[in-house]
T-cell receptor
Framework: DSGVTQTPKHLITATGQRVTLRCSPR?????VYWYQQSLDQGLQFLIQ???????AKGNILERFSAQQFPDLHSELNLSSLELGDSALYFC?????????????FGSGTQLSVL | AQSVAQPEDQVNVAEGNPLTVKCTYS??????LFWYVQYPNRGLQFLLK??????LVKGSYGFEAEFNKSQTSFHLKKPSALVSDSALYFC?????????????FGQGTTLQVKP
């Protein structure tokens, strides 16, 4: 168990809908990262937050947004969903984002857009 | 920009034989390199990392990796493969010149160990 909790584990929804994915980082970790894993794109970095502030942005669509709350949990919001958004979404956390810091991954949320 | 390449989609080895999973990287600053493993329906698990120092890094479950600066490679190795090593392996890099903690991952290599 990595200590990173993601809910829900599975999500089935329809095109055009909006969903929220939730992540609780390991106790004490200030950084949260979101990744998208799909068969054709592999593991893509979406966005990083550190202690409530956005730290880095990757290949995140404008339809997607995220935030990190004062209690350090994070939410990834996906709107106007398309079939191509179906993927496994991972959250990871680390403590101080030093160069040697390793990321701890949650078990992921499997999103299916029908 | 930083990037990672894993040239093999799949590696097949027989149990008891040595295995190698290849990885090459590109960064502008000093590289910080990682290997992760993913079992079916699970998140990624950390195996090992290279930050500085000895080019041969030892990690979990008997795995090791060799850092080669001139060839910009960081291949994952194990002297004797187990069937239970069958999984998806990811190489990742963090650029030392960046002030973020993000890791950039390769496409992944499926390791299949046959009994």
């Amino acid at each position: 168990d990595s200590g990173v909790t993601q809910t829900p584990k599975h999500l089935i929804t329809a095109t055009g809908q909006r969903v929220t994915l939730r992540c609780s980082p390991r106790s004490g970790d200030l950084s949260v990262y979101w990744y998208q894993q799909s068969l054709d794109q592999g593991l893509q970095f979406l966005i990083q937050y550190y202690n409530g502030e956005e730290r880095a942005k990757g290949n995140i669509l404008e339809r997607f947004s995220a935030q990190q709350f004062p209690d350090l949990h994070s939410e990834l919001n996906l709107s106007s969903l398309e079939l191509g958004d179906s993927a496994l979404y991972f959250c990871a956390s680390s403590d101080v984002p030093g160069q040697g810091a390793k990321l701890f991954f949650g078990s992921g949320t499997q999103l299916s857009v029908l | 920009a930083q990037s990672v390449a894993q040239p093999e989609d799949q590696v097949n080895v027989a149990e008891g034989n040595p295995l190698t999973v290849k990885c090459t990287y590109s960064v502008s600053g000093n590289p910080y390199l990682f290997w992760y493993v993913q079992y079916p329906n699970r998140g990624l698990q950390f195996l090992l990392k290279y930050i500085t120092g000895d080019n041969l890094v030892k990690g979990s479950y008997g795995f090791e990796a060799e850092f080669n600066k001139s060839q910009t490679s960081f291949h994952l190795k194990k002297p004797s493969a187990l069937v239970s090593d069958s999984a998806l392996y990811f190489c990742a890099v963090r650029d030392g010149s960046s002030n973020t903690g993000k890791l950039i991952f390769g496409q992944g290599t499926t390791l299949q160990v046959k009994p």
